[in-house]
């Protein structure tokens, strides 16, 4: 069942595929139910994730949303311990590059070393950490794995930057909530060769400020199924409606 989906939020429908789309084939030629905000595409400077270029990341693990979205990439994180399953299962299934969640707060140390290296196995475009993951632990991972590693940051301490860095982290998630713009800032200044992703938030004038403030890329959180069926659900009574006598 295919349907057009008009959900009201910073997703869409509208993205026109122009002439050149067609006929050089770009990435984002299919037409997507959901498509990503203009803005980042034409904003952001993006970054390098493996061989690819990404500017928007999908935060999710809902196969049935990667599959129906245009972002460059697929941010897959839960709040479960790390599970070789779902990586293996992501990347083969995503025509995408996939972060990988490896560990955090749960786990953390050798697991997660494990996790990460079988990541790069499995075909991943990269690793991320939580914020709770020690300095000592991504120094060891850096010494097991080659593909990037993305570390989730709330602060733009100095120190705690720098100390990442020199750890191995090679791109920053910032997740700040209602300081994520002036979080990327501080960072963006202070480390102005570091590449950032940021967290979008769920309207417009925060991925612009976010983009404006220095992120390299933007992290989206696709509406759920059970919103985007509800939006369908009401359209299809209204019509039903339209045809009582």
Not at 47 to 62: A, E, P, W
Not at 128 to 134: H, T, Y
Not at 154 to 165: F, G, L, M, T
Not at 223 to 237: A, H, T
Request: hydrophobic letters at 40%; glycine letters at 8%; one cysteine or more.
């Amino acid at each position: 069942m295919e349907t057009n989906l008009n959900f009201e939020s910073i997703w869409g429908n509208n993205k026109k595929i122009t002439f050149w789309d067609r006929f050089f084939k770009t990435h984002h030629l299919q037409k997507k139910a959901l498509s990503t905000p203009s803005m980042i595409q034409q904003n952001c400077e993006g970054l390098s994730l493996g061989n690819q270029h990404v500017k928007s990341l999908i935060f999710s693990t809902d196969m049935a949303l990667i599959e129906n979205n245009d972002a460059d990439a697929v941010l897959a994180v839960y709040p479960f311990a790390p599970s070789t399953k779902l990586m293996k299962t992501l990347i083969g299934f995503s025509d995408k590059p996939v972060v990988c969640g490896v560990g955090g707060g749960t786990t953390k140390g050798k697991k997660s070393i494990e996790m990460a290296m079988f990541a790069q196995d499995s075909g991943a475009s990269g690793v991320i950490v939580n914020i709770p993951f020690e300095n000592r632990d991504l120094e060891r991972m850096r010494k097991s794995i080659s593909i990037p590693i993305v570390a989730s940051i709330a602060s733009s301490e100095k120190s705690v930057i720098q100390n990442r860095i020199n750890s191995g982290v090679d791109v920053f998630h910032v997740t700040g909530g209602k300081n994520t713009s002036e979080i990327v800032k501080g960072i963006s200044s202070l480390f102005p060769y570091v590449s950032i992703m940021a967290t979008g938030g769920n309207n417009f004038g925060s991925i612009e400020a976010s983009i404006n403030s220095g992120a390299n890329a933007i992290v989206l959180s696709p509406p759920s199924n059970k919103d985007l069926f509800k939006s369908v659900m009401e359209k299809y009574r209204k019509g039903v409606k339209l045809f009582r006598f």
